[in-house]
C-alpha cells in the first residue's frame, strides 16, 4: 500500500519561499505519479503540480506557474516542491497524492488515489 507523507509546511511572509517533501513508496512498477494539491478555508480542493515516473513529464497550475517547481528524487522515494514568491493567496493546507498510472494536466484531485494528512503553508502580507 503507497502511503505518501508530506513535511516542509510553515509560516513565510509574502514573497518568501518554502520546500515541501514528499516520501512516497510501495510503488509496483514504473507507471506512477505523484502530485501536489492544496486546500484553503472554504474552497475546494485544487491541483498544484505533479509529475510523472516514466517519463519525468510535470504539470503546473496556471496559478503557480513560474513560482513553484516539481522534482524527484527516485534515490530517496522522494518529491519535492519548491515555492518562491509566495503570495498570500497561495495559503492551504497541502497534499501530496499519488496513483499508479499517470497525471495530466487537468490535476484533478480524482486522479489520485493514496492521500497524505497535509502540511499547513501560512504566507502573511
Known amino acids: 500500500e503507497v502511503q505518501p507523507v508530506e513535511s516542509g509546511g510553515g509560516l513565510v511572509q509574502s514573497g518568501g519561499s518554502l520546500r515541501l517533501s514528499c516520501i512516497a513508496s510501495?510503488?509496483?512498477?514504473?507507471?506512477?505519479?505523484i502530485g501536489w494539491f492544496r486546500q484553503a478555508p472554504g474552497k475546494e480542493r485544487e491541483g498544484v503540480s505533479c509529475?510523472?515516473?516514466?517519463?519525468?513529464?510535470?504539470y503546473y497550475a496556471d496559478s503557480v506557474k513560474g513560482r513553484f517547481t516539481i522534482s524527484s528524487d527516485n534515490a530517496k522515494n522522494s518529491v519535492y516542491l519548491q515555492m518562491n514568491s509566495l503570495k498570500p493567496e497561495d495559503t492551504a493546507v497541502y497534499y501530496c497524492?499519488?496513483?499508479?498510472?499517470?497525471?495530466?494536466?487537468?490535476?484533478?484531485?480524482?486522479?489520485?488515489?493514496?492521500w497524505g494528512k497535509g502540511t499547513l503553508v501560512n504566507v502573511s502580507l
Open positions: 497524492a499519488a496513483n499508479n498510472f499517470y497525471c495530466s494536466g487537468r490535476l484533478s484531485p480524482s486522479s489520485m488515489d493514496y
Open positions: 510501495g510503488f509496483t512498477d514504473d507507471d506512477y505519479a
Open positions: 509529475i510523472n515516473n516514466r517519463d519525468g513529464k510535470t
